[in-house]
């Protein structure tokens, strides 16, 4: 009746043995270290990297407890961790670190920053235990708050609106006298109404975004006046927030920061908060790595090349290097930008077997591409990669037949590596709108650590009283509750570390709220049982029914609670968000540990007993026989 197979009480045991080992990384706490990543995204961080940082901190006298080489899916990441107490020595190897790989400091090629890293053992490492992932409010860090330029993307919309016209109207030979942008609107002049009537005709089918006015002229030049509908603004305006909060994932996750939020605020914001970065310049540098890419076409003409060979650079051109170093002349009109740039991926050529990039472009690149290949074949195209305002040639291939549809093969001497890595930058995309910092704020470690103590002696004296008063009311029933209790917590920190899941102060309140919901599950199993030994019932049946019978209670009031934790995890955003997820996690946790836990050592302590007379579960109140014969 009270007794569990083997089997049973063994599955409990590895499950809460698991659950210990995965709670373990949490007592560690965290330690400082030197984060070394990629400054440039033609720059890639390897072994041979690592190899510098340990000579470098060797001859600076450094020890640290830690250097790890981290291989990620989009960029490599090298720590180095330092004691808690080695802040200074922290410092130092920053600095060291800084003066070895970047010679030279205007243009860094490595970023250094410091930051903190768990200090769990290497053998919980190796089974892949770490800690939760902390908050801003807990850990530290820093907070931006940026403002998108919507005036800058409408402007960018405007000019790409005029150049789309210009193609149009050649295409259809169609001849304007002009194209001109005022504001965010668009001007086209025409020498005759008819030209002018139409172009309106062929614009009116073609561009749906567009509000044209034919204003009334008694002589040349006749115009169109065209300007975005309310809607397209809204649309442009939408883009460039979804494509900056894009582009910002994509940089900052290369980076390593663990769990950091990117969200946006308002219709024109975006909060950036990176949990344990502690450097605000160097977190400033990891926002403005933002790349925008170009197509422009290479001038190899030999006048240009000899002006090049005597020091100047010819009018119309600009002066760039590749990722070698040399110089490479390229005309300044942008043949494409990164906003034409559907997709970009690694792949091998179909006859020569060479690693290629295959880039896939929108219909308006790839109506221009189409044009510039025709009329430049056996001529180079550059595609420039520019960061911080620099500019740098990622490739330049030759233009060997016209190439339409979208698709484009770039190909040229290039290994595996290179080919992923190239295709990576291209499909990084650009920002759609600048941005500007408006807010910054630093949280300081100590501050986390303060909130965390606070929390955490909030739980704890909290799980003191209850277990204090479930021992004393309930007797030995009141321990085995407490011992769930602590079972429970357990558990929960074990699935919110395995999840790699982010604990803030919400986190923390759902954690205080689950002991309480778990004390009600256990205070409804031991009055249940109380209940059927009030009724005459035998020990081993009164705890057998008592189990059972709360267990309905239990899940009723349990999937309430959860349907209102799920209608918080759908529609709240943020902290309550966070307040969710633990409180969802908490009711199940609850659940196993209440009802299933604390039946196995029920089981064991009583369970065995075939003459059981009585139960350690408190003083059981019975009505008095004669008041009842009485009434």
């Not at 008694?218 to 309310?230: D, R, T």
């Not at 991926?345 to 290949?373: H, K, M, Y």
């Not at 520019?386 to 030759?398: C, D, L, R, Y």
Request: hydrophobic share 45%.
């Amino acid at each position: 009746m009270n007794r569990y197979p083997l089997w049973k009480y063994i599955l409990i045991g590895i499950v809460l043995i698991i659950g210990l080992v995965y709670t373990l990384p949490n007592f560690y706490g965290e330690s400082p270290a030197v984060q070394v990543t990629s400054g440039k995204a033609t720059v890639k961080v390897t072994e041979q990297t690592l190899s510098q940082v340990e000579t470098a901190l060797a001859n600076a006298n450094l020890k640290p407890n830690g250097l790890f080489f981290e291989q990620g899916a989009q960029q490599n990441t090298i720590r180095v961790r330092f004691d808690p107490t080695q802040t200074e020595e922290q410092l130092r190897a920053r600095e060291v670190i800084e003066k070895t790989l970047n010679s030279d400091p205007k243009d860094p090629s490595h970023i250094v920053a410091l930051n903190l890293v768990p200090n769990t053992p290497q053998w919980l490492l190796s089974i892949n235990a770490l800690p939760m992932y902390l908050g801003l409010d807990l850990r530290g860090g820093v907070h931006f708050l940026l403002q998108v330029d919507m005036r800058a993307a409408l402007t960018k919309r405007a000019d790409a609106i005029a150049a789309d016209l210009r193609t149009q109207l050649r295409d259809k030979r169609i001849r304007h006298t002009g194209i001109s942008r005022i504001g965010n609107d668009v001007e086209v002049s025409f020498a005759t109404t008819e030209e002018r009537d139409r172009a309106n005709d062929l614009l009116r089918n073609t561009q749906p975004d567009l509000l044209l006015t034919l204003p009334e002229a008694s002589k040349a030049p006749y115009v169109i006046h065209a300007e975005l509908s309310q809607k397209a603004i809204q649309n442009v305006q939408n883009y460039a927030l979804k494509q900056n909060i894009s582009t910002l994932h994509n940089r900052i996750n290369e980076l390593g920061v663990a769990e950091p939020v990117i969200a946006q605020q308002g219709a024109d914001r975006i909060v950036v908060q990176l949990p344990g970065v502690q450097d605000t310049a160097k977190a400033k540098d990891i926002l403005g790595r933002t790349a925008t890419l170009e197509v422009r076409l290479v001038d190899d003409s030999p006048e240009a090349l000899a002006q090049l060979a005597q020091g100047t650079v010819p009018f119309g051109d600009e002066r760039f290097t590749d990722r070698d170093g040399r110089p490479i002349l390229v005309k300044r009109r942008v043949i494409l930008t990164g906003e034409n740039l559907n997709d970009a991926q690694p792949g091998f050529d179909s006859q020569t077997q060479e690693p290629t990039v295959n880039l896939e472009l929108d219909n308006r690149g790839a109506r221009i591409f189409q044009e510039v290949t025709r009329e430049n074949v056996g001529r180079r195209m550059a595609i420039l990669l520019f960061e911080k305002g620099k500019g740098e040639v990622v490739t330049a291939p030759v233009i060997r037949q016209e190439i339409g549809g979208g698709r484009v093969q770039i190909s040229g001497q290039m290994t595996t590596m290179e080919a992923t890595d190239t295709a990576l930058v291209l499909r990084a995309g650009s920002l759609a709108a600048p941005m500007e910092i408006v807010e910054e704020r630093l949280i300081g470690p100590s501050l986390g650590e303060a909130n965390i103590e606070a929390g955490f002696r909030s739980t704890l004296y909290g799980f003191i009283v209850i277990a204090v008063f479930m021992a004393l009311y309930y007797q030995a029933f009141g321990v085995v509750s407490a011992i769930s209790l602590i079972c429970n917590v357990m558990m929960l920190i074990a699935i919110l570390s395995m999840l790699q899941a982010t604990l803030t102060l919400p986190g923390i309140a759902a954690i205080a709220l689950t002991l309480g919901m778990a004390v009600d599950s256990n205070v409804l199993i031991n009055e249940r049982v109380r209940e059927e030994l009030r009724i005459g019932r035998q020990p081993q049946t009164a705890i057998s029914e008592g189990y059972e019978r709360a267990f309905a209670t239990i899940l009723d009031s349990n999937v309430t609670s959860l349907i209102a934790g799920l209608a918080l995890l759908i529609f709240g955003s943020g902290p309550v968000r966070g307040f969710a997820v633990v409180h969802c996690l908490g009711i199940g946790t609850s659940i196993f540990t209440s009802v299933i836990v604390s039946r196995a050592m029920i089981n064991l302590i009583y369970g065995r007993q075939k003459k059981l007379t009585s139960v350690h579960i408190g003083q059981i109140w019975r009505p008095d026989p004669a008041k009842v014969q009485a009434k």
